[in-house]
T-cell receptor, first 115, second 113 residues
Framework: DAGITQSPRHKVTETGTPVTLRCHQT?????MYWYRQDPGHGLRLIHY???????DKGEVSDGYSVSRSKTEDFLLTLESATSSQTSVYFC??????????????FGEGSRLTVL | AQSVTQLGSHVSVSEGALVLLRCNYS??????LFWYVQYPNQGLQLLLK??????LVKGINGFEAEFKKSETSFHLTKPSAHMSDAAEYFC???????????FGQGTRLTINP
């Protein structure tokens, strides 16, 4: 258990509304990630963070922003949600201590439906 | 850039039969390779990983995978399928030193009684 909590776990919203998903970790890991999962596409990286206030884009970052003001929290924001952003969102952390080989540990996911 | 291709979005086997899930990778430098499993309505769990120490890697729940550099493959196998193996399986690649994993499209495994 890597101590990852995602909230909310389920959300239904309307097109055009802002949405923020939160990822909270309890073990002070430096690297945190947001992926989205869609049928036929596997997991695709949205944004990731390599430290407080240090973030970078992934392959599907359009329409999303992130913030990391403290080590334990990584927020994903949809400024104006669209139906194409209906998906399951996963937060992950990367173990960097010891002999880490870059594997990720995932939260339980947040299912977002945009109507 | 590195990439992963999983052959077959759905695989169906009978209980007790061999499970074979295929994964091919593309990387210009030695990669780290991973298999993850996702049970319904859950997050992804690490099944096993290849880190260059041994080409045959054993993981949890009786699964294993063999790294074949000449074939750029990392196929996942289990000698005898169990009903509890029904899940979605993802192959992923991480080039050494890279900060992120790249995932395949996933393979849904169904076990028939």
């Amino acid at each position: 258990d890597a101590g990852i909590t995602q909230s909310p776990r389920h959300k239904v919203t309307e097109t055009g509304t802002p949405v923020t998903l939160r990822c909270h970790q309890t073990e002070n890991h430096r690297y945190m990630y947001w992926y989205r999962q869609d049928p036929g596409h596997g997991l695709r990286l949205i944004h990731y963070s390599y430290g407080v206030k240090d973030t970078d884009k992934g392959e599907v970052s359009d329409g999303y922003s992130v913030s990391r003001s403290k080590t334990e929290d990584f927020l994903l924001t949809l400024e104006s949600a669209t139906s194409s952003q209906t998906s399951v969102y996963f937060c992950a952390i990367r173990m960097t201590s010891g002999s880490s080989t870059g594997e990720l540990f995932f939260g339980e996911g947040s299912r977002l439906t945009v109507l | 850039a590195q990439s992963v291709t999983q052959l077959g979005s759905h695989v169906s086997v009978s209980e007790g039969a061999l499970v074979l899930l295929r994964c091919n990778y593309s990387s210009s430098v030695p990669p780290y390779l991973f298999w993850y499993v996702q049970y319904p309505n859950q997050g992804l769990q690490l099944l096993l990983k290849y880190t260059s120490a041994a080409t045959l890697v054993k993981g949890i729940n009786g699964f294993e995978a063999e790294f074949k550099k000449s074939e750029t493959s990392f196929h996942l196998t289990k000698p005898s399928a169990h009903m509890s193996d029904a899940a979605e399986y993802f192959c992923a690649v991480n080039v050494q030193g890279a900060q992120k994993l790249v995932f395949g499209q996933g393979t849904r495994l169904t076990i028939n009684p």
